[in-house]
């Protein structure tokens, strides 16, 4: 938790000299850097198919990417900007992330991966499940949109936000709620063995939404400590329940229908 806080301080102090990288670009190196170091310690216990799903699910992003049309990211550190750069970045993140996941989870880990398992019959039933949990808060969330940007509805191409949807349904689920959530129970098992997997998913909780309001931080911080722990309730915790009670895929299909219908209506 300081190691969390303390990001936070720093990118807030680093404002008032320059131009801070975004609170997802750094946690996402952290993650990556997490992930990577426990990819080279343990990748020998992985299994075939733990590869298969990392590479595809990388495969997949990075190729939707390359089509995106609703969805557009923020350049990673400020330099990842066109073309298909943004597509081998996010690819490449995702299957990293995803291995360093996996490894994890094969060693005891608390986020269940059904496709690595080879169970078909759960990992439909856990995308049925987060899609059921997820779709009355999506309409919530489409009516707070239009509420607090005072915008009207705007129709897409439906094809175009299902598709567009993977991205932050697929990379932000992988990279928080399955290596970050992973790389924070391998550091609390010993310590807090009976509270280490939802502590774990409390703190990766919170740093995946209230990196959401980085530069709110800067200007009302408050403000942003209040939408931060809304977003937390309604939209952060249902996902982590189901990562740490179910499976990722369940979280990835909650996350998954919330920015469908967010793109479908034109935010």
């Not at 400020?78 to 060693?107: D, S, Y």
């Not at 931080?217 to 309730?233: D, E, R, S, T």
Request: aromatic share 12%; net charge positive.
């Amino acid at each position: 938790m300081v190691g969390i806080l303390a990001v936070f301080v720093i990118r807030t102090a680093l404002a008032a000299s320059g131009n801070p990288p975004r609170l997802n670009d750094l946690f996402t190196i952290i993650t990556l850097a997490g992930a990577l170091a426990v990819w080279i310690a343990g990748y020998r216990g992985l299994r075939r198919s733990d590869w298969v799903v990392a590479v595809s699910l990388g495969a997949v992003v990075g190729v939707t990417m390359s089509f995106a049309t609703l969805y557009t990211p923020y350049p990673f550190f400020g330099f990842v900007r066109a073309n298909l750069g943004p597509a081998f970045v996010r690819g490449f993140c995702t299957t990293l992330a995803a291995l360093g996941g996996l490894v994890i989870m094969r060693h005891g880990g608390p986020v269940q991966f059904r496709l690595a398992n080879g169970e078909w019959r759960k990992f439909g039933s856990s995308l049925a499940l987060g899609l059921a949990v997820g779709a009355p808060l999506a309409a919530l969330n489409v009516f707070a949109l239009q509420l607090t940007q005072g915008r009207p509805i705007d129709w897409q191409n439906p094809l175009a936000a299902l598709v567009d949807a993977l991205q932050p349904g697929i990379v932000e689920e992988v990279i928080y709620r399955f290596a970050f959530l992973g790389l924070l129970w391998l550091a609390l098992r010993k310590p807090l063995p009976n509270q280490a997997a939802w502590l774990a998913g409390l703190l990766a909780m919170l740093a995946h939404n209230f990196m959401h309001f980085g530069d709110l931080f800067l200007q009302a911080p408050l403000m942003a400590l209040g939408l931060g722990a809304g977003m937390a309730i309604l939209w952060g915790l249902p996902p982590t329940i189901l990562a740490l009670r179910r499976d990722i895929e369940s979280a990835i299909a909650f996350h998954w229908i919330q920015d469908v219908a967010r793109f479908l209506v034109g935010f």
